[in-house]
């Protein structure tokens, strides 16, 4: 590896020896000059990289939707969370660990009372949902991360008036907003418009509905039904118009959650709405099916590549399909790599790219421009164009 190669690649790893120095400052340091142990006890409350959770209940809120109820397995709190958080979950799927992201869907104040819900929707092509969906039983124990994401409400950046547009199973992050408005958690208005293609493929209707009574004028759902006519709720799609009839836009921020299609289809309504960019906030864009359907992609065939991958003092040889990210490729090699978001924003699986080419989406290219400028990729949302060299943190 080349000087320059080596010094970036001590960049990736900075992170870990950092820890490593301080813990070793730390232990070696006078008692009376280390950190008080309930800050940092404090800090691992608030941020645990791990949390062991037990399936308490399953609520079958649709023929391809459940609603799981997960408790501390070492009883007491879950860790606290902003409504419309995530929690990565780590699965074993055919001897593989896979991560997936999940909205947590109860409010911040069932995490005091020691339980979050999760809604998992069974898809087609769906390959850890699914096995989520089929395999979580009453009584199993689950790994999960600390809950993260930036799709929550925050009276500095935000507008007190919060319109939510959420389709399909994006509907749970404003579940947990709406119950946290209610229980007093969140201090905003929320008018929330739910695109379905009928009332019987939603979920949490009736409970909107309660919540909607119970939250003193703050809460209020709108149904967008794109297959039926019924009284009280607007037909079609979700658009600019239907936003400014219900609310008024201009002093407003807008959340918008659920498949990639809405956020291609929201893309151009919100250009009709005249907000600056902050006030316009999209959830996670999620892994792309097939990057052949991304704007941009150079390649028009599946093609196969080989990847030299280099952890700690580790080298793998694996293989890489051009239409898979290098994320899926390193899973699929039972390769022990981190992730959180599978969107690339949160960073969390930033890599060094020693040699070869990568496509990376510019709708979810968190990168920073550093890390751009010195070779990393985010390999949740990267796909490869070629044979790569790369190295890889541990999880
Ligand atoms: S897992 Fe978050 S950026 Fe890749």
């Not at 404090?42 to 941020?47: P, Q, R, S």
Request: hydrophobic share 30%; glycine share 8%.
């Amino acid at each position: 590896m080349s000087q320059e190669n080596m010094s970036k690649t001590l960049e990736t790893l900075g992170y870990a020896q950092t820890l490593r120095k301080r813990a070793e400052a730390i232990s070696k340091a006078d008692a009376s000059e280390r950190p008080k142990p309930h800050v940092n006890q404090l800090a691992e409350e608030l941020h645990p990289r791990r949390q062991d959770l037990i399936i308490e209940s399953i609520i079958e809120e649709t023929d391809v939707m459940r609603t799981f109820r997960l408790k501390s397995a070492k009883g007491g709190p879950v860790a606290y969370f902003r409504a419309g958080q995530y929690i990565p979950f780590y699965i074993e799927v055919e001897g593989s660990m896979l991560s997936r992201p999940y909205s947590i869907s109860s409010s911040p104040k069932d995490a005091l009372s020691g339980f979050y819900e999760v809604t998992i929707q069974k898809k087609v092509g769906g390959y850890v949902s699914n096995y989520v969906y089929e395999n979580w039983k009453v009584g199993d124990k689950v790994t999960a991360g600390g809950p993260e994401g930036n799709f929550y409400y925050t009276r500095l950046r935000d507008s007190k008036n919060v319109i939510g547009v959420s389709g399909g199973s994006g509907v749970t992050p404003f579940r947990a907003m709406a119950k946290a408005i209610v229980d007093k958690t969140m201090d905003t208005n929320l008018t929330l418009f739910y695109g379905i293609n009928t009332m019987a493929d939603g979920i949490y209707v009736e409970e909107f509905k309660t919540l909607e009574k119970e939250s003193n004028g703050k809460f209020k759902i709108i149904f967008v039904l794109a297959k039926e006519e019924k009284e009280g709720c607007e037909k079609g799609f979700i658009t600019a118009e239907m936003l400014n009839k219900h609310c008024n836009v201009s002093e407003s921020s807008v959340f918008i959650c659920g498949p990639q299609g809405l956020y291609k289809h929201m893309y151009d309504q919100t250009e009709k709405l005249s907000l600056r960019k902050k006030f316009i906030r999209y959830e996670l864009f999620g892994e792309t099916t097939s990057p052949f359907e991304l704007d941009g992609y150079p390649m028009t065939e599946v093609q196969e590549f080989d990847m030299i991958v280099h952890q700690n003092s580790v080298t793998y040889n694996i293989k890489a399909k051009s239409d898979e990210s290098v994320t899926v490729a390193l899973e699929r090699a039972g390769i022990d790599a981190p992730s959180k978001c599978r969107s690339g924003e949160c960073g969390y699986c930033r890599a060094y790219i020693i040699k070869g080419d990568v496509f990376i989406p510019e709708d979810t290219d968190g990168r920073r421009g550093r890390d751009k400028e010195l070779g990393y990729m985010h390999p949740c949302c990267s796909y490869p164009l070629s044979n790569i060299e790369m190295v890889v943190p541990r999880r």
